[in-house]
């Protein structure tokens, strides 16, 4: 595809598949087809490789941050499962919300948790909330030591966050989702691989090897789920799209 910004004349210009489309500069269409733009090529250039919270790296685009915040405040889970801790930066973030709404931890799965990881996470002012559990997410072993972690009947809230490809988000999809509570919601991130498959870091089979064939084959056999972007708490604009990394990776469950 081309993209063609002419400042002066205050359009965009796209050019592919025998098409051509124009549209105002200063539009919403406009801030939407360059968001993806901006986002391709800052996955590529590891944009969010370089963000961390309060002393510890995360891994993510700050806007989701912002938006599983929104979540998480109206939500009020009691318990929050991460999979995929690295270096502990989205546990120490939830953590963090946990402890200004006075309410909530956060579970932690990674298959291998570094010990200069696990040291400065038990090591972190907000350690209290967090429990890590070392194992693949998806083996049976972890799977129930998490489970065993969530009284029943408590508000449960699973991000997904560790191996992307669509087998693995399917297990989880599968593993995870009878913890969730209705209201609450499933997300399985990283969506945006799809479109990475032909940025060079990217690789072609994330056309199809990535999270969000697995939604799809999840949601068709699991009705009490719902692909939701969680609306917005506050909007004086009229976007209507996250910028994001999870996109499609909104699972709300509905019902029991
Ligand atoms: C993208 S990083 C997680 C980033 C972290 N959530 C953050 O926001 O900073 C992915 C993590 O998933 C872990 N991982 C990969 N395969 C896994 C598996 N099968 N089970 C559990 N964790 C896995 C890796 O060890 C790595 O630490």
Known sequence: MRLILDTDARTLVTEGDGERHLVD???DKAFELLSLHWLQVGW???YTYTFSWLGRPVVQLPEDLIRIQEVVWR?????IVETGVAHGGSLVFSASL???LGRGRVIGVDIEIRSDNRKAIEAHPLSSFITLVEGDSVASETVAAVKALAAPGQTVLVLLDSCHTKDHVLKELEAYHDL???GSYIVATDGIMKHLAGVP???PEWRWDQPGNAVEEFLA???EF????PSWPFNESNLRLNVTHWMGGWLRRLSA
Do not use: A, F, W
């Open 25 to 27: 500069l200063y539009s």
């Open 44 to 46: 590529n250039q590891k």
């Open 75 to 79: 939500v009020r889970p009691d318990v």
């Open 98 to 100: 946990c402890r200004l």
């Open 180 to 182: 969730v509570t209705p």
């Open 201 to 203: 870091r990217g690789r």
């Open 221 to 223: 056999r699991h009705p």
């Open 226 to 229: 719902v692909q939701e972007q």
